[in-house]
């Protein structure tokens, strides 16, 4: 039996049909790419803390990377979010 929910809709090509732009990729007031990337980075990074707190408590020692991997990539995703804290106040501020 073919499987029916992975089919695509069909597109209208009627005339007053209107063509995916930027408004139908999404909102303007949604979450950026930057920041978006920013938070990915920042909860893994909390996660492989929380992972090697885990492990200490009961006595195991995880790989460095576990802690390594917070130690660069935590300050990446805080100067991320400060670029985007800046980019917004430079899009209001013209606004």
């Excluded at 909102?27 to 920042?42: E, W």
Aim: charged share 10%; net charge positive; hydrophobic share 55%.
């Amino acid at each position: 039996m073919p499987d029916t929910t992975s089919a695509a809709a069909p597109r209208s090509t009627a005339p007053g049909a209107a063509a995916p732009g930027p408004a139908a990729s999404g909102s303007p007031r949604g979450i950026s790419t930057l920041l978006l990337v920013a938070l990915v980075i920042a909860g893994l990074c909390a996660l492989s803390i929380v992972a090697v707190l885990v492990a200490s408590t009961g006595g195991h020692v995880l790989w460095a990377g576990f802690t390594l991997f917070p130690a660069v990539f935590l300050p990446v995703a805080f100067l991320l979010m400060c670029v985007e804290l800046l980019r917004n106040a430079r899009s209001r501020s013209r606004a």
